[in-house]
């Protein structure tokens, strides 16, 4: 299959761990790529690869990928980061590009 | 620090063709390690990578996009362009435009986008 897999939503209290995964084939081969993206603001990578974050993103931001699942993990969740939250790779048997359904994220 | 800015009209009639155009600034499009890419939105609903394009002129689409999109390059603008044909109510969304990596799956970053609206 081409696709990712992701809840549609989960909820998360102030300061505490919450965990987001993706699931799909490609993630055998391809290590996914995170954006967070809030309503009416252009989506923003938040973590790729194997374990890289990009310049000015916050160290409570971590991803892990195992067999056909990847997770991005926000350890001491704050006001901040609530947001749509989705995974990307590329596809096994091509160069295409394919998003996951996303997954929103409410701190309450 | 680079930016990119999408712009175009924001309504579409049915049957019609899409045009849209990311003007990128803070750095040259024409950097060989970078694909440019088109990536959509539509309301309520999850990303979409529609295509993307190196300055050579090598692109690639989304596979159930492909018969109805062009991506072209335009160094000397430092521009890159998506035309989508025979567009429907389907086709309305928010089309965000991106630097993409050497391998093309990665993009960063991202312009803020712009509600593109099929309607009659």
């Known amino acids: 299959s081409s696709e990712l897999t992701q809840d549609p939503a989960v909820s998360v209290a102030l300061g505490q761990t919450v965990r987001i995964t993706c699931q799909g084939d490609s993630l055998r081969s391809y290590y996914p790529s995170w954006y967070q993206h809030k309503s009416g603001q252009a989506p923003v990578l938040v973590f790729y690869g194997e374990d890289n974050r990009p310049s000015g993103i916050p160290d409570r931001f971590s991803g892990s990928t195992s067999g056909n699942t990847a997770s991005l993990t926000i350890t001491g969740a704050q006001a901040e980061d609530e947001a749509d939250y989705y995974c990307?790779?590329?596809?096994?048997?091509?160069?295409?590009?394919?998003f996951g359904g996303g997954t929103k994220v409410t701190v309450l | 620090q680079l930016q990119l800015q999408e712009s175009g009209p924001g309504l579409v009639k049915p049957s019609e063709t899409l045009s849209l155009t990311c003007t990128v600034s803070?750095?040259?499009?024409?950097?060989?390690?970078?694909?440019w890419g088109w990536i959509r939105q539509p309301p309520g609903k999850g990303l979409q990578w529609i295509g993307s394009?190196?300055?050579?002129?090598?692109?690639d689409y989304n596979p159930s996009l492909k018969s109805r999109v062009t991506i072209s390059v335009d160094t000397s603008k430092n521009q890159f362009s998506l035309k989508m044909t025979s567009v429907t109510a389907a086709d309305t969304a928010f089309y965000h435009c991106?630097?993409?990596?050497?391998?093309?799956?990665?993009?960063?970053?991202w312009g803020q986008g712009t509600l593109v609206t099929v309607s009659s």
């Open positions: 990307s790779s590329r596809q096994t048997t091509s160069t295409h590009v394919v």
């Open positions: 991106a630097r993409g990596n050497w391998a093309g799956d990665r993009f960063d970053p």
């Open positions: 394009i190196h300055y050579t002129g090598s692109t």
């Open positions: 803070g750095d040259s499009i024409s950097r060989s390690s970078y694909y």
